[in-house]
């Protein structure tokens, strides 16, 4: 006799167990989650049997937890080949259960910290808190404070009021060398941030900020390495938009070619920023900053083919999805950055670089050779400081050469 679930899977025993009446809910959120059918056909299987096991032990449905789930497996593999997926699978049905508020959820006591990263979470706290610092930002800087506390403290008690100027200095001057020149500025940046917290809250006395060394790193002084027109034409023309990837991938290259935006401002796009009403598009920057930027006719008819024709169903706000389950938008930049470099090597593309910047800057070149003035451009790139966009007065060569000295004896 042969039981069906949700007219999808077939089942060759019925339910049974404490989970058996929250499996067919289950099987509604892994179909929604945009699983292919083998794999949501495994996951309900696995979990009827995972059911089954608990009834045989008597367990009822409140007392299911994770680590029974691992047990399962383990008696499963003494019996059948375990799947790739199995493990992954039960943690979903887990976390299914717990958010559906079938099972509780399990307060796992967390070890404790040992004095260093005690510190270092309190500093990380009141940058994200207090500072309200970018998340970006915020990552840059932990590993080097944990260098430090560690370089100083050892495995002992922490204790900033120990602090002196000679281990400041010590510390950069053993670091610094070892690390690129961007990276050597980004130390003492952080550095300096962590003193001055530390004598915010009044465990240092003296100005231990002044004590950090400055690391020779002169602003803006490389060209931006921008890609060119022709190779965004030759990028856009190499996508396949007969899919509903390609259509995806196309409108993120678009919107980075023809808007400059930042990967993070991609990836983080929501359907309510779009006002296709007035053709606008509202972007969040870096500290909150939102930016609102006309919606170019090429990237809004890009955009909606995606959203008609290419975006899975989903209960997600955001623009651009993942386009395997579980269908949700990327985690990070890297995601965008990843269909960039991936985009550019099957094109055969010899780009300046693998990463996102390259279209910023190739936006920026562009307007700069139209006429567009640094303002305008630093305004469109949502730049907070006028200083920001001065780097792109190096690529007007035709601008640089009025202000070229005569070389002294005449023309040679």
Not at 83 to 91: M, N, S
Not at 133 to 157: Q, W
Not at 177 to 206: D, I, M, N, Q, W
Request: charged share 25%; aromatic share 8%.
């Amino acid at each position: 006799m042969r039981y069906i679930i949700n007219d999808q899977v077939v089942l060759s025993r019925p339910l049974e167990g404490p989970l058996a009446a929250h499996i067919g809910s289950f099987a509604r959120w892994v179909n929604e989650q945009g699983y292919a059918f083998c794999s949501l056909r495994r996951q309900v299987l696995l979990a009827a049997c995972f059911s089954h096991w608990l009834g045989e032990k008597d367990v009822r449905v409140h007392s299911v937890w994770s680590e029974q789930a691992v047990q399962y497996l383990r008696y499963r593999a003494r019996r059948v080949q375990i799947h790739k997926g199995d493990t992954a699978a039960l943690r979903y049905l887990i976390e299914f259960l717990n958010r559906e508020g079938v099972i509780p959820v399990e307060e796992t006591a967390e070890p404790r910290p040992n004095p260093v990263e005690q510190c270092a979470g309190e500093f990380e706290r009141y940058l994200r808190e207090e500072r309200v610092l970018a998340e970006a930002t915020i990552i840059n800087y932990m590993p080097h404070i944990r260098g430090f506390l560690k370089h100083r403290f050892g495995n002992g008690t922490v204790k900033l009021s120990h602090l002196c100027a000679g281990d400041v200095v010590g510390f950069v001057q053993r670091q610094a060398p070892r690390l690129h020149p961007k990276r050597s500025k980004l130390l003492t940046t952080a550095l300096r941030c962590f003193l001055r917290y530390a004598r915010y809250r009044g465990e240092v006395t003296v100005d231990l900020a002044a004590a950090v060394p400055v690391v020779p790193n002169w602003s803006k002084t490389g060209i931006p390495r921008a890609i060119t027109s022709e190779h965004v034409r030759q990028l856009l023309a190499s996508i396949n938009q007969g899919t509903a990837i390609g259509r995806r991938d196309y409108a993120i290259l678009l919107v980075l070619a023809r808007l400059g935006l930042r990967s993070s401002e991609v990836v983080f796009l929501d359907l309510d920023d779009i006002d296709w009403n007035v053709g606008q598009l509202s972007v969040r920057g870096k500290r909150g900053q939102c930016t609102k930027l006309p919606l170019a006719a090429d990237v809004g008819k890009a955009i909606a083919t995606y959203l008609r024709r290419g975006r899975p169903e989903s209960t997600s706000r955001r623009v651009f999805l993942r386009a395997k389950a579980p269908l949700r938008g990327f985690r990070g930049p890297a995601g965008v950055g990843s269909i960039v470099r991936h985009s550019l090597q099957r094109a055969g593309i010899d780009a300046p670089t693998h990463g996102t910047h390259q279209f910023r800057h190739g936006l920026a070149t562009e307007m700069l050779r139209e006429g567009a003035s640094l303002a305008e451009i630093g305004e469109v790139l949502g730049h907070r400081h006028p200083q920001t966009t001065t780097i792109y007065a190096k690529i007007d060569i035709n601008a640089l050469r009025t202000l070229a000295l005569p070389w002294p004896g005449g023309a040679r």
